[in-house]
């Protein structure tokens, strides 16, 4: 099993199970997912790309890489175990890596702050590592000598979370760097993964892996243990769709945790599933260490397919990426690996042809709009209507630059632009943005003769981004609460401050990122906050100013003393 020093000691008896339900292997011909067809003419897909085709990106020499997350850069970061480094790593995969201060320190698992830095463990080193987007490392020693940090994550009350395996306890980090630590009841359990419990859940669930447990710790620090089928060996713990999912390493099974019962799922003889995580759509992708491959599943957990990546590659932890992929690190060959997933670009802010009225032999300019998951290339195809609504329009031969001249044509009709994006997925179907009247033809000198107002035709807009915030009914002073807010479309791109309200006292949080359409964030109460009603109001900002997309919503949290 992965892992290093006492870890690998520990874990020389994992023993595999039963055959279960079979993963298929997919050819690019027979891939579970229905691929988007092109309609744009002239667009092809880049590469002749499929679902699970994998690229790999080289890290530092000698890199063992277990824990992949997506930094609030929108850049993959990778922490390198043997290598002693953290890697970024850009959605072109271009990598930048950054030396761990402390010698032979091995960093395991990374994860992102409440601070917005990126925050990981130090197994040997016994230290706890933050990283600034800017690659600047902070470094806090753990209280427990020889504890092994492990797996780390952020928690509800805004604080980082992590696993001491040698120790067999639970630590907590404040974003300051102070920690607190946390006994686990059954001994030797070598904690591994952890991760914030479902949605309005306060508590942190982990794994035990030497003992065959899961671990729910409240933020007071009490600890309550379920127990797993024997030799199940839990490693990887996520939540997907609000659902709690554990990967059973050594029953080669993955499980669904609701309250205090669990539902398995077996996978193939040897897979050893070690890591799982959602993905777009949504959809569970799963690591298989044993066969060098990632599964990935329905949020349900019905299998869909199963995709080979290099040999021997032992991958470990994986993240969805800003470009709608998975990256996997891969700690056989020391390598990242961008496995496609088939998630195409999605618009976020229709494209916008200025001016907004033209005359014959003017040059009228569209802009792309705005689109989530890192379009590679752009298409733009002109179009002349008889009408201002985009049923009547029709491409113009020819016409599929960003600009155009208005020609005679055009004279007394609209026109627009309708633009396609395309990714290394693919392409997608094209989005008319505005369309704008025509005139006759440019006249070098200005004639101020009267002429009949025509019809108004506005700037088509695109809607409003619908912001939903829901807030506990009541919280304490002193206390934490969790705060959940969604967004539609989920691909909106773009950021979200939050600002709470108790009478004339203000506070505001800013830049918040949504994953899928979701954000989870926490409100320490302070202990002078005004009693009575506080409204908390949660604004939508777009990737794009040019464009009025914004949303907001509100709920309201009664605070008590």
Known sequence: MPGSGVSQLRLAGVRSYGEGMSIRMLSRST?????????????????????????????????????????????????????????????????????????????????????????????????????????????????????????????????????????????????????????????????????????????????????????????????????????????????????????????????????????????????????????????????????????????????????GLSAGSKPTGLAQGSDGNMWVAQSGTAQVARVLSGQTPTMVTAPAVTPTTAAVGATVTSTSGTWAYEPTAYTYQWVRCTTNAASSCAPITGSTASTYVVTTADSGKFIGATVSAANLNGAVTGVTGNLISVGGAVSPTATPTPTPTPTSTAAVKPAATVVTVSAAARTKRGKTTTITITLSPSTAAGLVNVTYKGGAVKSVVTGLRAINGVISTTWITPSNWPAGRTRITARFYPTSTATAARGSGFDFINVRK
């Open 31 to 307: 891939v579970l997912v229905t691929a988007l067809a092109l309609s744009i003419v002239g667009l092809a897909a880049p590469g002749q790309a499929a679902i699970g085709d994998a690229t790999a990106f080289a890290l530092q020499a000698g890199a063992t890489p277990y824990g992949t997350v997506l930094g609030p850069d929108n850049n993959i970061w990778v922490a390198n175990g043997a290598a002693n480094s953290i890697s970024k790593v850009d959605a072109k995969g271009t990598v930048t890596n950054y030396p761990v201060p402390t010698a032979a320190s091995t960093p395991r698992f990374i994860t992102v702050g409440s601070d917005r830095n990126l925050w990981f463990t130090e197994q040997t080193g016994n230290k706890i590592g933050r990283i600034t987007t800017a690659g600047v490392i902070t470094e806090f020693a753990v209280p427990t000598a020889g504890a092994e940090p492990f797996g780390i994550a952020p928690g509800p009350d805004g604080n980082l979370w992590f696993t001491e395996q040698a120790a067999n306890k639970i630590g907590r980090i404040t974003t300051t760097g102070t920690i607190t630590e946390f006994a686990i009841p059954t001994a030797a359990s070598m904690p591994y993964g952890i991760v914030a419990g479902p949605t309005g859940s306060n508590d942190m669930y982990f794994t035990e892996s030497a003992t065959d447990k899961i671990g729910r710790i409240t933020s007071s620090g009490a600890v309550t243990e379920i127990p797993l089928s024997a030799g199940s060996r839990p490693f990887g713990i996520t939540t997907v769709s609000s659902t709690l999912w554990i990967a059973e390493y050594g029953s080669n099974k993955i499980a669904q945790l609701q309250g205090s019962t669990v539902l398995e799922i077996s996978l193939p003889s040897g897979s050893q599933p070690l890591w799982l995580t959602q993905g777009p759509g949504p959809t569970m992708w799963v690591t298989l260490f044993g066969t060098s491959q990632v599964a990935v599943l329905t949020a349900a957990g019905s299998l869909q397919a199963s995709y």
